[in-house]
């Protein structure tokens, strides 16, 4: 299971992911509740036509989003995905493509989040918005 970052500036190396972001080889270097970052390899999360997968972005911004919503939860409470829209601005083949995470509202039940997703020559490759509810840790079964 994964650990979650539960402060202001966690260290984003100082636990393991697994699942889907290992999958995605998404590789994150900063977060907080403000701000997260991560990039990720644009080969090996192709559609059949070579170009970046619009389901990868979304898995990246979804990624961001709850790592810094889980950053933001106070003790005893988790980021549950509410909400995600994505808008596919240019399509990339090739590089790294970078995440960066910025909170629009950090509320008492509910976070916003933007995400802008970035290609190698610093051109967007698509935006995202993500809400989640802060809700308590549920037992597991």
Do not use: W
Not at 40 to 58: C, D, E, I
Not at 102 to 108: E, F, N, Q
């Amino acid at each position: 299971m994964n650990a979650l970052p539960n402060s202001p500036a966690s260290d984003a190396t100082n636990f393991t992911y697994g699942g889907l972001i290992e999958k995605l080889g998404i590789e994150f270097s900063e977060i907080s509740a403000e701000r997260a970052v991560a990039t990720m390899p644009v080969v090996g999360n192709t559609q059949p036509y070579g170009l970046l997968h619009g389901g990868a972005s979304a898995a990246l911004a979804e990624s961001l989003g709850s790592m810094a919503a889980n950053a933001y939860a106070p003790e005893g409470q988790a980021a549950s995905g509410v909400d995600l829209n994505i808008t596919h601005l240019r399509p990339t083949f090739s590089g790294i493509v970078t995440g960066i995470c910025t909170a629009v509202r950090l509320g008492k039940t509910m976070c916003v989040h933007t995400v802008e997703i970035f290609d190698a020559n610093k051109k967007m490759v698509a935006t995202a918005r993500i809400t989640n509810a802060i809700v308590n840790v549920p037992s597991r079964p």
